[in-house]
């Protein structure tokens, strides 16, 4: 158990509904990453926070999707009008300096399956 | 832009062999590379963790080294057992310190009895 846990662990979902995934990152870290993993292939990164500001964002991350974290703990990425390319696994991990056994290690959490029919 | 490649995409052995999975990337401009270890279904699981400055960093049966300047990383396995058996992902961070990671597309393990 890695700490960083997510919410839920499965949405299927009808094309053009919004979906909405949470985060909640190990507590004492303050960054928070979001990727997204399709079957086969290696992550690819989404968006990062540090606190509460997001830092950098993907060109993956269409105007659909949107990305929070409110008061630098937890967070949460919104899909609006899911198409079937969305389906995937999305993946969230947190770092701190001097958090993990080195500086910056990123901790991942067991990733939401999002499934859209 | 950075690209991250492993080879053998996968890979078979019997129980104790020892084994070795390849990782290389196109920018040495690096600030960190993690090898992650994932379950079918499941997240990453952090194996190692090395600072562009690093040469090498061992846990138990697993030993990782880094070559920047060539752009290329190994994960050595002694002793390989059943319970190995999973995809092994390796990812490198930029320069710019605790900035996103970029995966390769993983090594297939099978460890078989």
């Known amino acids: 158990d890695t700490g960083v846990s997510q919410d839920p662990r499965h949405k299927i979902t009808k094309r053009g509904q919004n979906v909405t995934f949470r985060c909640d990152p190990i507590?004492?870290?303050?960054?928070l990453y979001w990727y997204r993993q399709t079957l086969g292939q290696g992550p690819e990164f989404l968006t990062y926070f540090q606190n509460e500001a997001q830092l950098e964002k993907s060109r993956l991350l269409s105007d659909r999707f949107s990305a929070e974290r409110p008061k630098g703990s937890f967070s949460t990425l919104e899909i609006q009008r899911t198409e079937q390319g969305d389906s995937a696994m999305y993946l969230c991990?947190?770092?701190?300096?001097?958090?993990?056994?080195?500086?910056?290690?990123?901790?991942f959490g067991p990733g939401t399956r999002l499934t859209v029919t | 832009k950075q690209e991250v490649t492993q080879i053998p995409a996968a890979l078979s052995v019997p129980e104790g062999e020892n084994l070795v999975l390849n990782c290389s990337f196109t920018?040495?401009?690096?600030?960190?590379l993690q090898w992650f270890r994932q379950d079918p279904g499941k997240g990453l699981t952090s194996l190692l963790l090395?600072?562009?400055?690093?040469r090498e960093q061992t846990s138990g049966r697993l030993n990782a080294s880094l070559d920047k300047s060539s752009g290329r990383s190994t994960l050595y396995i002694a002793a390989s057992q059943p319970g190995d058996s999973a995809t092994y992902l390796c990812a490198v961070s930029r320069e710019t310190s605790g900035s996103r990671l970029t995966f390769g597309e993983g090594t297939q393990l099978t460890v078989n009895p």
């Open positions: 507590s004492e870290h303050n960054r």
């Open positions: 090395i600072q562009s400055s690093q």
């Open positions: 991990a947190s770092s701190s300096k001097g958090g993990g056994r080195v500086s910056y290690e990123q901790y």
């Open positions: 920018d040495s401009a690096i600030y960190n």
